[in-house]
Nanobody
Framework: QVQLVESGGGLVQPGGSLRLSCAASGNIFTIYVMGWYRQAPGKQRELVAT???????KYSDSVRGRFTISRDVAANRVWLQMNGLKPEDTAQYYC????????????????WGQGTLVTVSS
């Protein structure tokens, strides 16, 4: 079984910074894409940023230039550095792993974490 555990959420003032972390555990052989999504109250879950095992990144327009995604492929960890936070960044942030291959050869199409809450408010 593969699990993702997020940490680093909390309350921050507008303009502040937070760093989210996500660790994948289990009998993992490879993970192709890891990323962050978020869901604000009353809204659909949306992509924030993703990063492939080769280091190719993708960001939503709303966070590009403020957020930075990074990854340790060998350690199966991904981070999201969030700077210049705005009230509209308030949401539950979810870690995602796509195309996860276990050592046994079993492949998960995608795995989700439980989420960590980010609140941006003065």
């Amino acid at each position: 079984q593969v699990q993702l555990v997020e940490s680093g959420g909390g309350l921050v003032q507008p303009g502040g910074s937070l760093r989210l972390s996500c660790a994948a555990s289990g009998n993992i052989f490879t993970i192709y894409v890891m990323g962050w999504y978020r869901q604000a109250p009353g809204k659909q879950r949306e992509l924030v940023a993703t990063i492939t095992s080769g280091g190719t990144t993708k960001y939503s327009d709303s966070v590009r230039g403020r957020f930075t995604i990074s990854r340790d492929v060998a350690a199966n960890r991904v981070w999201l550095q969030m700077n210049g936070l705005k009230p509209e960044d308030t949401a539950q942030y979810y870690c995602n792993a796509d195309n996860v291959r276990e050592i046994s050869g079993y492949r998960h199409l995608e795995v989700w974490g439980q989420g960590t809450l980010v609140t941006v408010s003065s």
